[in-house]
């Protein structure tokens, strides 16, 4: 197995929100949510976010080439409670992304089962034997002959689900260095951004919404 060139970026943590239960910040593309392994891949967001705030706990994930708003426990209770929304599909995520080519239709939805594909792993694919029930909803921004903008709003949380959709639509998410191909794959990082998740909080339950604006 060829070891990761890891070579993370060195920006400054950018909190996003602070309270007694919640910590959110915006993750930079290129940064580990979590510590792989071996000594080279321990720098990660939550060994970051550690040494600001030792109590920190992880609630979720983030794929390294993936940017965006990530949320931590500071209470076992919040990391309970979050963990329990995540897993029941309480939260609700939105993404930006920069798709290759010019996607017609103005909105839509994908309903494509993922597993991993083990031979390539970590790559993920879609299989309508054993898969893993996946559904994007997505809403064209502004689309030029060469790329379209687009959000995507996940409605399961599977390991590359919203790069595998996009790739079955027929338009690969630009910089992406699994999936993209030839020159959609020709860019400084994948453009893919968690803009924005919404939750409730640990403490009373108040709904609440966290975004950070994509860098691209």
Known sequence: MQKLDYRPPQDPLKILHHDHELLLVDKPSGLLSVPGKGDHLKDCLLARVQAVFPEALLVHRLDMDTSGVMVFG????????????????????????????????????????????????PLQKVCHETGKPAQTEWRVMRATEQETRVR?????????????????????????????????????????????????????????????????
Do not use: C
């Open 74 to 121: 500071l209470t076992p209770h919040a990391q309970r409670h979050l963990g329990l929304q995540f897993e029941k599909r309480q939260t609700k995520k939105t993404y930006v992304a920069r798709a290759w080519g010019q996607i017609a239709e103005k909105r839509g939805e994908i309903d494509l089962p993922l597993i991993v594909d083990w031979p390539n792993r």
């Open 152 to 216: 995507l709003y996940p409605r399961t949380g599977r390991s590359h689900q919203l790069r595998v959709h996009l790739l079955a639509l027929g338009h690969p998410i630009l910089g992406d260095p699994f999936y993209a191909q030839g020159p959609a794959r020709d860019f400084p990082r994948l453009m893919l951004h968690s803009e924005q998740l919404k939750l409730r909080h640990p403490d009373g339950g108040k709904g609440m919404s966290f975004s950070a604006k994509a860098p691209f």
